[in-house]
């Protein structure tokens, strides 16, 4: 009797994670084909939303500068 209960618990057990499984394999799949009709369909690459050369220079500036003023932000703060 205990043992039908073992071999019962068991079924179940693979019985849900099986289909855990296959839900997640599906959503794996559907989340790649809507990422795959968005690119194709509804984005728009065009010069002017690709970032330039010139703007990666900039932004590196801007990005030091931030940090630095943190810093000195924080070395008054605490001083």
Known sequence: METDLVVEGVKFMFLGMGTVFVFLIMMIFFMKLL????????????EK???????????????????????????????
Not at 68 to 79: E, N, R, S
């Open 35 to 46: 990422s795959w009709v968005v690119q194709t369909f509804f984005l728009k690459t065009d």
């Open 49 to 79: 939303t690709l970032p330039q050369k010139e703007d990666a220079g900039e932004n590196k500036k801007r990005l030091v500068a931030a940090i630095t003023a943190a810093i000195v932000h924080d070395k008054k703060l605490q001083g």
